[in-house]
């Protein structure tokens, strides 16, 4: 079976893949997300994931590129990573209490067959009203400065959150069902990627 690429550095979307079985190879894009600058979170997502994919698959042959990218929209704001503790505070400040939408592009290229796909998963995030005490302790933590929105699902930051209504895993970065969906789409089962190991 062809090679799985996983174009991206976030260990959470890793963790992922191989709690489902799947051991990809991991190839950091390097892609400056600045130069993409769109008002619409789905669009946003995905021309950053379709980059991202686009300068891995560069670097193979035969090989299925796998990219994704991930915003949280609350109120019509989009929100990446905060660039420092400051940003992070305020945005928690912003967005306790309220629901955010969690939007995840993805793009899969097989090299193969010559085909690409491009797709998005959104899901809703309900977030706690949390006190500043616990914001500026989490933020403390340095754990919101690697991630979408300012928070991980996945640690400690899923105790701020009271509630999802949408897929678990598009909020951690790789929506399961969905890359699932899109290899079936390319005439592959999930099976085939299975590590044999395992």
Same mark, same amino acid.
């Given at each position: 079976?062809?090679?799985?690429?996983?174009?991206?550095?976030?260990?959470?979307? #890793?963790?992922?893949?191989?709690?489902?079985?799947?051991?990809? =190879?991991?190839?950091?894009?390097?892609?400056?997300?600045?130069?993409?600058?769109?008002?619409?979170?789905?669009?946003?997502?995905?021309? #950053?994931?379709?980059?991202?994919?686009?300068?891995?698959?560069?670097?193979?042959?035969?090989? %299925?590129?796998?990219?994704?990218?991930?915003?949280? +929209?609350? /109120?019509?704001?989009?929100?990446?990573?905060?660039?420092? =503790?400051?940003?992070?505070?305020?945005?928690?400040?912003?967005?306790?209490?309220?629901?955010? =939408? %969690?939007?995840?592009?993805?793009?899969?290229?097989?090299?193969?067959? /010559?085909?690409? #796909?491009?797709?998005?998963?959104?899901?809703?995030?309900?977030?706690?009203?949390?006190?500043?005490?616990?914001?500026? /302790?989490?933020?403390?933590?340095?754990?919101?400065?690697?991630?979408?929105?300012?928070?991980?699902?996945?640690?400690?930051?899923?105790?701020?959150?009271?509630?999802?209504?949408?897929?678990?895993?598009?909020?951690?970065?790789?929506?399961?069902?969905?890359?699932?969906?899109? %290899?079936? =789409? %390319?005439?592959?089962?999930? +099976?085939?990627?299975?590590?044999?190991?395992?």
């Amino acid at each position: 079976m062809m090679q799985l690429v996983l174009a991206s550095a976030s260990p959470a979307r #890793l963790q992922l893949l191989r709690r489902a079985g799947i051991e990809p =190879e991991v190839c950091k894009s390097g892609f400056d997300e600045s130069q993409v600058q769109l008002a619409d979170p789905s669009e946003l997502v995905t021309e #950053l994931a379709r980059c991202k994919a686009d300068l891995v698959a560069k670097q193979y042959q035969d090989c %299925l590129i796998l990219a994704c990218d991930s915003v949280l +929209a609350v /109120n019509g704001e989009i929100h990446g990573k905060p660039d420092n =503790e400051t940003i992070a505070i305020a945005r928690w400040q912003t967005m306790r209490g309220k629901k955010g =939408e %969690l939007y995840t592009g993805h793009v899969l290229i097989d090299q193969r067959q /010559n085909q690409s #796909l491009i797709r998005y998963g959104v899901t809703s995030v309900y977030f706690a009203s949390i006190s500043d005490r616990a914001i500026t /302790n989490y933020v403390a933590t340095g754990e919101p400065l690697n991630c979408a929105g300012a928070f991980a699902l996945e640690g400690r930051g899923g105790v701020f959150v009271d509630k999802i209504e949408g897929c678990h895993s598009n909020v951690i970065g790789l929506s399961l069902p969905l890359f699932r969906e899109m %290899l079936a =789409e %390319l005439g592959y089962a999930i +099976a085939d990627f299975w590590d044999s190991l395992l």
